[in-house]
C-alpha cells in the first residue's frame, strides 16, 4: 500500500489507500448546474477540490468518500465564510465565521451548528 501525502492551507493529511487506476483530477459538470474541480477516486470526491453550487455558493478544501472532509472554506451566497474543519459533509470542529460585513466569530462546530467564543 503506497501512502500520498499532500499539503493544504500549510496543514498535511495522508491518504492510506490511493490506488491509481480509480483516481481522476479534471473538471467536472454535474447534473444540476454545480461544478466541481479537483481530485476523485472511484467516482466519489477525494482529495483537495473546489465544488461550485447552482446557488452561488463555493466550497474549496478536502473530501473524503464524497463528502466534505479535513480543512475547508465554504463561501456562503450570502456573503458569510466559514474555515475550519468539516466531517461528513459538515461543518464540524474548530472554525472561524467571517459575516459579510467583515466581523470574525471564533467558535466551533457540531454537526453543522456553530458555537460562538468571541467576536474579533
Known amino acids: 500500500m503506497k501512502k500520498k501525502t499532500k499539503a493544504f492551507n500549510r496543514n498535511t493529511f495522508q491518504d492510506e489507500n490511493i490506488e491509481r487506476k480509480n483516481f481522476q483530477r479534471g473538471i467536472f459538470n454535474l447534473n444540476n448546474?454545480?461544478?466541481?474541480?479537483?481530485?476523485?477516486?472511484?467516482?466519489?470526491?477525494?482529495?483537495?477540490?473546489?465544488?461550485?453550487?447552482?446557488?452561488?455558493?463555493?466550497?474549496?478544501?478536502?473530501?473524503?468518500?464524497?463528502?466534505?472532509?479535513?480543512?475547508?472554506?465554504?463561501?456562503?451566497?450570502?456573503?458569510?465564510?466559514?474555515?475550519?474543519?468539516?466531517?461528513?459533509?459538515?461543518?464540524?470542529?474548530?472554525?472561524i465565521l467571517i459575516?459579510?460585513?467583515r466581523k470574525k466569530i471564533i467558535g466551533f462546530s457540531n454537526k453543522g451548528k456553530f458555537f460562538t467564543n468571541h467576536k474579533i
Not at 47 to 52: D, E, N, R
Not at 64 to 75: D, M, P, S, T
Open 33 to 95: 448546474s454545480d461544478k466541481y474541480i479537483g481530485e476523485t477516486m472511484n467516482n466519489k470526491l477525494n482529495g483537495v477540490g473546489i465544488y461550485y453550487f447552482e446557488n452561488k455558493s463555493k466550497y474549496i478544501g478536502e473530501y473524503k468518500n464524497g463528502l466534505k472532509h479535513g480543512q475547508g472554506i465554504y463561501f456562503y451566497s450570502n456573503g458569510n465564510k466559514y474555515i475550519g474543519e468539516f466531517k461528513l459533509g459538515l461543518p464540524d470542529g474548530s472554525g
Open 99 to 101: 459575516l459579510k460585513n
